[in-house]
C-alpha cells in the first residue's frame, strides 16, 4: 500500500495550503484516511480524518473551522485545504489509512492507522 503526499511548503501566517494524499483505489474505497501531524519535540497529533464510503468527517478542536479534508474519488486522492494557517501549525504532516475497519480507537488516533505515507513539511512563520 502506497500513500503520497503533497503540497506542503512554506507560508506566512494567515495564509493557506492543500495538502493531497493520492493512494490506490483498493486502498481508498470504503476506508478511513487522516492526516497527523508532528511537530519536533511533541506528540503526533490526528488532524482531520474522513471515512470515503459516507463520507463522514472529523477534526481536532485545533483546526475546526480552520481545515477542510474532501475527497475526489475520481482521483483516489484525499485532501487536507489549511487557511488561516498559524505559526503553531508548522509540522511535518503524514497521511495514513485504516484498511482493517472495524476499529475500537477513535479516527483521529494513531493507533487506528496500519498505512502511513513519507509525509509532507508544512512551515509557517
Known amino acids: 500500500v502506497q500513500l503520497v503526499e503533497s503540497g506542503g511548503g512554506s507560508v506566512q501566517a494567515g495564509g493557506s495550503l492543500r495538502l493531497a494524499c493520492t493512494t490506490s483505489?483498493?486502498?481508498?474505497?470504503?476506508?478511513?484516511l487522516g492526516w497527523f501531524r508532528q511537530a519536533p519535540g511533541k506528540e503526533p497529533e490526528g488532524v482531520a480524518a474522513i471515512y470515503t464510503g459516507e463520507p463522514n468527517t472529523y477534526y481536532a478542536d485545533s483546526v475546526k473551522g480552520r481545515f477542510t479534508i474532501s475527497q475526489d474519488n475520481a482521483k483516489n486522492t484525499v485532501y487536507l485545504q489549511m487557511d488561516s494557517l498559524k505559526p503553531e501549525d508548522t509540522a511535518m504532516y503524514y497521511c495514513a489509512a485504516d484498511t482493517r475497519g472495524r476499529s475500537v480507537f477513535p479516527f483521529l488516533s494513531s493507533r487506528r492507522y496500519n498505512y502511513w505515507g513519507q509525509g509532507t513539511q508544512v512551515t509557517v512563520s
Open positions: 483505489k483498493d486502498t481508498f474505497k470504503d476506508n478511513c
